[in-house]
């Protein structure tokens, strides 16, 4: 009986604690719009862990449709992500807002050109937003990163897909580079997950029904 009772204690933490871990996902909105192309990952300061959007829409065709793109960060994720990628042509750009704000007014950090790390990477396919770049690559891109810098001495307001998209401002990028652009989400005014205090309780009652199980088989 009480075998079958710490059984049933088990398995309803378990469901506890994974109840809390989901409960502890953020939403947040950003409208983004990229000459050619972009995607949109999830991590932290040392490593990215999700991808959480692959555009597949040319970019005239983004300025028509602004629609505000909903995304979750998973607990453990406090930065995002933009891949901007440029097909060729004028100079690229990328530009958007973020729960509202202009992406431009907070602190960006934007990495080295990556191109070279993106499999299969060619100006055609990003130019018609037919690429999609893996987690995978985007990971090995990213641990290769040889330098980051300020996206702001990178700002740009008079590029044609920024003024037709009407944000105002964006980043700007030399044509056919692919580059990472760094956004601290809480900076972006999006809140970081937390673990919660009542999901540790509930794995560390976890940890003790466990031991009193071994203990009474």
Same mark, same amino acid.
């Given at each position: 009986?009480?075998?079958?009772?710490?059984?049933?204690?088990?398995?309803?933490?378990?469901? +506890?604690?994974?109840?809390?871990?989901?409960?502890?996902?953020?939403?947040?909105?950003?409208?983004?719009?990229?000459?050619?192309?972009? $995607?949109?990952?999830?991590?932290?300061?040392?490593?990215?862990?999700? #991808?959480?959007?692959?555009?597949?829409?040319?970019?005239?065709?983004? #300025?028509?449709?602004?629609?505000?793109?909903?995304?979750?960060?998973?607990?453990?994720?406090?930065?995002?992500?933009?891949?901007?990628?440029?097909?060729?042509?004028?100079?690229?750009?990328?530009? @958007?807002?973020?729960?509202?704000?202009?992406? +431009?007014?907070?602190?960006?950090?934007?990495?080295?050109?990556?191109?070279?790390?993106?499999?299969?990477?060619?100006?055609?396919?990003?130019?018609?937003? =037919?690429?999609?770049?893996?987690?995978?690559?985007?990971?090995?891109?990213?641990?290769?990163?040889?330098?980051?810098?300020?996206?702001?001495?990178?700002?740009?307001?008079?590029? =044609?897909?920024? %003024?037709?998209?009407?944000?105002?401002?964006?980043?700007?990028?030399?044509? @056919?580079?692919?580059?990472?652009?760094?956004?601290?989400?809480?900076?972006?005014?999006?809140?970081?997950? %937390?673990?919660? =205090?009542?999901?540790?309780?509930?794995?560390?009652?976890?940890?003790? $029904?466990?031991?009193?199980?071994?203990?009474?088989?």
């Amino acid at each position: 009986m009480k075998n079958k009772f710490l059984k049933m204690a088990f398995a309803g933490l378990v469901l +506890t604690a994974s109840g809390f871990a989901n409960a502890s996902l953020m939403t947040f909105e950003m409208s983004i719009v990229a000459d050619n192309d972009f $995607a949109v990952f999830s991590g932290n300061a040392t490593n990215i862990n999700n #991808i959480l959007y692959q555009n597949n829409v040319g970019w005239k065709t983004q #300025i028509g449709n602004l629609s505000s793109l909903s995304f979750t960060l998973a607990a453990g994720d406090d930065k995002f992500y933009v891949l901007g990628m440029g097909g060729g042509g004028q100079e690229e750009n990328i530009s @958007g807002l973020i729960n509202g704000v202009n992406m +431009t007014s907070v602190s960006v950090a934007m990495s080295s050109n990556l191109s070279s790390y993106l499999t299969g990477y060619n100006n055609f396919d990003v130019e018609a937003a =037919t690429y999609s770049a893996s987690l995978a690559d985007v990971q090995n891109a990213f641990s290769n990163v040889s330098s980051w810098s300020d996206a702001a001495s990178n700002l740009n307001s008079t590029q =044609t897909v920024i %003024e037709k998209a009407g944000y105002g401002s964006g980043f700007a990028f030399s044509t @056919g580079n692919a580059h990472l652009f760094s956004f601290d989400a809480e900076d972006a005014g999006v809140k970081v997950p %937390e673990p919660s =205090t009542l999901a540790i309780f509930a794995l560390g009652l976890m940890g003790l $029904a466990s031991r009193r199980f071994k203990k009474k088989s």
